[in-house]
């Protein structure tokens, strides 16, 4: 489901999509920003943990780090890190899902660059 908001001057865009995996409904909500970006995975509505990533110049791989939750559940900072590497911009994750199966979490973020690639305006 997309709903095409900005601001004025175009500096904040939202875009909601969601889908089925292995049986399970996930909604993901991205929030771009003029030089960051905020995605939110989840089935629920919650904010259980939130990280940060962005690129330096001193290092190849993105800095990143848990900024609330538990900072041993690495799917936030991890995902932050790939996509603030492949958008070059400041990338906050919160992944609020239960399932913790690496194969579930690849599915997971394939579809987030599927829809990167349909709509990269909205990244």
């Given at each position: 489901m997309?709903r095409?908001?900005?601001?004025?001057?175009?500096?904040?865009?939202?875009?909601n999509?969601?889908?089925?995996?292995?049986?399970?409904?996930?909604h993901?909500?991205?929030?771009?920003?003029?030089?960051?970006?905020?995605?939110?995975?989840?089935?629920?509505p919650?904010?259980?943990?939130?990280?940060?990533?962005?690129?330096?110049?001193?290092d190849?791989?993105?800095?990143?780090?848990?900024?609330?939750?538990?900072?041993?559940?690495t799917?936030?900072?991890?995902?932050a890190?790939?996509l603030?590497?492949?958008?070059?911009k400041?990338?906050?994750v919160?992944?609020?899902?239960?399932?913790?199966?690496?194969?579930?979490e690849?599915?997971?973020?394939?579809?987030?660059?599927?829809?990167?690639?349909?709509?990269?305006?909205k990244?």
């Amino acid at each position: 489901m997309e709903r095409p908001e900005a601001a004025a001057g175009g500096d904040v865009s939202l875009h909601n999509f969601s889908a089925r995996l292995w049986e399970q409904l996930v909604h993901f909500h991205v929030m771009r920003l003029t030089d960051s970006l905020f995605l939110w995975v989840g089935a629920t509505p919650h904010l259980r943990n939130l990280a940060v990533a962005m690129c330096t110049r001193y290092d190849s791989i993105p800095l990143s780090t848990a900024l609330l939750g538990d900072a041993s559940d690495t799917m936030s900072t991890g995902l932050a890190q790939r996509l603030a590497r492949k958008t070059s911009k400041q990338v906050f994750v919160s992944y609020n899902l239960p399932n913790t199966s690496s194969s579930f979490e690849l599915l997971v973020e394939n579809r987030i660059k599927e829809e990167m690639q349909a709509f990269p305006e909205k990244f």
